[in-house]
């Protein structure tokens, strides 16, 4: 490819121009298209989400790209996100076999592992399911709620009323329900519907297996829609579960029923995979800030309602505070953020500094964790600023595959995990207000935007 052109596509990148990039190059002759501008084609597909494609051209190079890092994690790149995670995780191995130590492979690597083995544990469930209800032995449940059980399950609050409940289902509604849907609602859910048509339980919490965005141990429900159109969380209101599904992306595999205090981040659904549109669902929460990740909760609606606990099971808070302002006081650094602090000169005891930061965040919310607050602003700039004195030549992709090495998945010093769509966001703000400026694809702050940095650093 020729450099002009080269130079004219990493402008287009840095301006995220993707659709730009794939004219132009679909626009010279296929049997004119050399190594470089076929990656560089698959490489804006895989910008604009379109992963097959992406993965058709990489196929084109595949005995050229054998032995180049870069192909093998572009084409793990689309596999992942093509939610083929063995597959992706075999591509980002190759890489880091010939190209060990980027920090972006090694990241992708662990999460497609990940990814894999939960993938493989959720397949084998679902045959299993899909086996049981083809012998016969999973019949349809009929809710099984004794009156005692349902004068203590519901809130009473004019909240749950006036966005959740609406008048008791009448056969009529029910089947039109069922019919927009597509989908034959669990005589469970629909005796409970009968009971009180949509609420705000007094447990609101459910025990998991696996780690959630919103926890290591349980998923938490703001509500349960309730069958209607009227009430905003009813299952075809404005907020409903087509909505959810439509407008918010999350897999068409059933009935959203409930939504999370994520407000649109995480739902709870029906999950008609195993059974068919007519049969006996599963429960199962789906994270739409882990690319809608399915997490099973539940064989059927009634288990998953009668499995409900509440709030106190999990308020460890007080303890929990005090663990993390032990650890951002105490904890080792990971080794990444200690070589970062150790080249700073321009800023005196700055390990000290992060720490009285850090420590900030815990006192305003009991946790160790960045979200989209000012003071989380505050560490996302110092871990940006750190990286890029140390990393000039980073790209934003290396970045944020670097991002979860510094204090994320830290040491001692560490969170645990982290939301990557923060992250993005945040990069996305810096970037509209132009305090992060792109050049050739190299990303860093303006040196005007660095001293005030510093500045809110030696105030702390």
């Not at 132009?24 to 002759?29: F, R």
């Not at 679902?126 to 449940?141: F, N, R, V």
């Not at 290396?398 to 945040?426: C, H, L, M, R």
């Amino acid at each position: 490819m020729e450099q002009h052109l080269l130079d004219q596509i990493n402008e287009w990148y840095e301006a995220d121009e993707h659709q730009q990039i794939v004219d132009t190059l679909l626009a010279i002759p296929e049997e004119e298209r050399d190594y470089e501008s076929i990656g560089e084609l698959g490489r804006a597909y895989n910008n604009l989400g379109l992963y097959e494609e992406a993965l058709a051209h990489f196929d084109t190079i595949s005995e050229a790209g054998n032995q180049d890092a870069l192909w093998h994690y572009r084409v793990g790149y689309a596999l992942y996100y093509l939610k083929r995670y063995e597959d992706a995780a075999q591509a980002f191995r190759k890489a880091d076999q010939l190209e060990p130590g980027d920090q972006r492979t090694e990241s992708f690597l662990y999460w497609s592992l990940q990814k894999a083995e939960k993938q493989k544990r959720e397949q084998l469930r679902l045959a299993q399911k899909a086996a049981s209800i083809k012998q016969g032995d999973s019949a349809k449940k009929r809710g099984d709620f004794s009156d005692a059980w349902l004068a203590d399950f519901w809130e009473d609050s004019g909240y749950a009323r006036d966005a959740y409940q609406s008048a008791p289902p009448t056969d009529e509604l029910i089947s039109s329900i069922e019919q927009e849907l597509g989908y034959k609602l669990p005589s469970s859910y629909i005796e409970l519907m009968k009971h009180r048509n949509g609420g705000v339980p007094k447990n609101t919490n459910f025990p998991t297996e696996e780690p959630t965005s919103w926890a290591e141990d349980h998923i938490a429900i703001t509500g349960i829609m309730g069958i209607g159109r009227e009430k905003s969380y009813s299952l075809c209101g404005d907020l409903g579960s087509p909505f959810m599904i439509e407008d918010w992306g999350y897999p068409d595999i059933g009935v959203v029923i409930c939504d999370c205090p994520s407000a649109g981040h995480d739902v709870v659904m029906l999950d008609y995979r195993a059974c068919g549109r007519d049969g006996e669902p599963e429960v199962v929460h789906v994270d739409q800030e882990d690319d809608y990740e399915i997490t099973f909760l539940a064989d059927n609606f009634e288990a998953f309602v009668k499995g409900l606990v509440n709030d106190e099971e999990y308020d460890t808070s007080a303890e929990d505070k005090a663990n993390a302002l032990e650890k951002v006081a105490h904890g080792a650094f990971s080794p990444l953020l200690e070589e970062l602090c150790s080249r700073v000169t321009e800023v005196e005891q700055l390990e000290q500094k992060i720490r009285k930061i850090c420590t900030q965040i815990v006192e305003a919310k009991g946790g160790f964790a960045f979200h989209a607050d000012e003071l989380s602003y505050v560490m996302y700039d110092v871990q940006f600023w750190l990286y890029t004195m140390s990393y000039p030549d980073t790209t934003r992709d290396q970045y944020v595959a670097a991002y979860p090495n510094i204090i994320a998945f830290g040491k001692e010093f560490g969170q645990g995990g982290y939301g990557p769509s923060f992250i993005t966001d945040w990069l996305e703000v810096r970037r509209k207000e132009k305090r992060i400026v792109q050049d050739h694809g190299v990303i860093r702050f303006t040196d005007s935007y660095v001293a005030e940095i510093m500045e809110t650093i030696n105030q702390v």
